[in-house]
Protein backbone atom coordinates (compact mmCIF):
# COMPACT_ATOMS: atom_id res chain seq x y z
CA UNK A 1 0.00 0.00 0.00
CA UNK A 2 1.19 3.70 0.15
CA UNK A 3 2.63 5.43 3.07
CA UNK A 4 0.48 7.89 4.36
CA UNK A 5 1.27 11.63 4.73
CA UNK A 6 0.04 14.24 7.15
CA UNK A 7 -1.26 16.67 4.23
CA UNK A 8 -3.37 13.59 2.60
CA UNK A 9 -5.10 12.31 6.14
CA UNK A 10 -8.83 12.81 4.25
CA UNK A 11 -7.31 10.30 1.21
CA UNK A 12 -7.66 6.95 0.71
CA UNK A 13 -5.49 5.57 -1.61
CA UNK A 14 -5.27 2.46 -3.51
CA UNK A 15 -3.17 0.43 -6.44
CA UNK A 16 -5.63 -0.83 -8.90
CA UNK A 17 -5.21 -1.79 -12.61
CA UNK A 18 -7.42 0.54 -14.54
CA UNK A 19 -8.88 -1.62 -16.94
CA UNK A 20 -11.16 -3.13 -13.84
CA UNK A 21 -11.57 -0.32 -11.31
CA UNK A 22 -13.48 -1.16 -8.09
CA UNK A 23 -15.48 1.73 -7.66
CA UNK A 24 -19.19 1.69 -8.14
CA UNK A 25 -20.73 3.32 -11.93
CA UNK A 26 -20.50 7.21 -11.47
CA UNK A 27 -18.76 7.57 -8.28
CA UNK A 28 -16.94 10.49 -9.06
CA UNK A 29 -18.22 13.52 -10.61
CA UNK A 30 -15.35 13.72 -12.12
CA UNK A 31 -11.91 11.87 -13.45
CA UNK A 32 -8.44 13.22 -14.15
CA UNK A 33 -6.23 10.85 -16.24
CA UNK A 34 -2.57 11.62 -17.49
CA UNK A 35 -0.18 10.77 -19.51
CA UNK A 36 -0.97 7.02 -18.37
CA UNK A 37 -2.94 6.12 -21.57
CA UNK A 38 -0.23 5.55 -24.44
CA UNK A 39 1.25 2.83 -21.78
CA UNK A 40 -2.17 0.73 -21.47
CA UNK A 41 -1.81 -2.24 -24.05
CA UNK A 42 -6.12 -2.22 -23.48
CA UNK A 43 -6.44 1.45 -23.66
CA UNK A 44 -10.22 0.86 -25.16
CA UNK A 45 -11.08 -1.38 -21.95
CA UNK A 46 -9.30 1.35 -19.85
CA UNK A 47 -11.03 4.40 -21.14
CA UNK A 48 -14.84 2.12 -21.06
CA UNK A 49 -14.08 2.00 -16.88
CA UNK A 50 -12.90 5.73 -16.99
CA UNK A 51 -16.40 6.58 -18.41
CA UNK A 52 -17.70 4.07 -16.28
CA UNK A 53 -16.95 5.94 -13.01
CA UNK A 54 -17.05 9.36 -14.18
CA UNK A 55 -20.34 10.99 -13.78
CA UNK A 56 -19.86 14.33 -15.09
CA UNK A 57 -16.80 14.53 -17.02
CA UNK A 58 -13.40 12.79 -17.89
CA UNK A 59 -10.14 14.37 -18.82
CA UNK A 60 -7.65 12.41 -20.76
CA UNK A 61 -4.08 13.86 -21.66
CA UNK A 62 -2.17 11.83 -24.07
CA UNK A 63 1.82 12.38 -24.40
CA UNK A 64 2.49 13.54 -28.04
CA UNK A 65 5.55 12.18 -29.36
CA UNK A 66 6.94 10.59 -33.03
CA UNK A 67 7.38 7.34 -31.62
CA UNK A 68 4.94 5.35 -29.36
CA UNK A 69 6.34 3.41 -26.66
CA UNK A 70 3.69 1.08 -25.34
CA UNK A 71 4.86 -1.33 -21.92
CA UNK A 72 2.88 -3.63 -20.02
Known sequence: ???????FNEWNLSK???ENLPFRDDEFDI???THV??????YKTAISELRRIAARKLSTTVARCTGA???S
Open 16 to 18: EKV
Open 1 to 7: MFRQLPI
Open 37 to 42: IEHILD
Open 69 to 71: LIT
Open 31 to 33: VVF
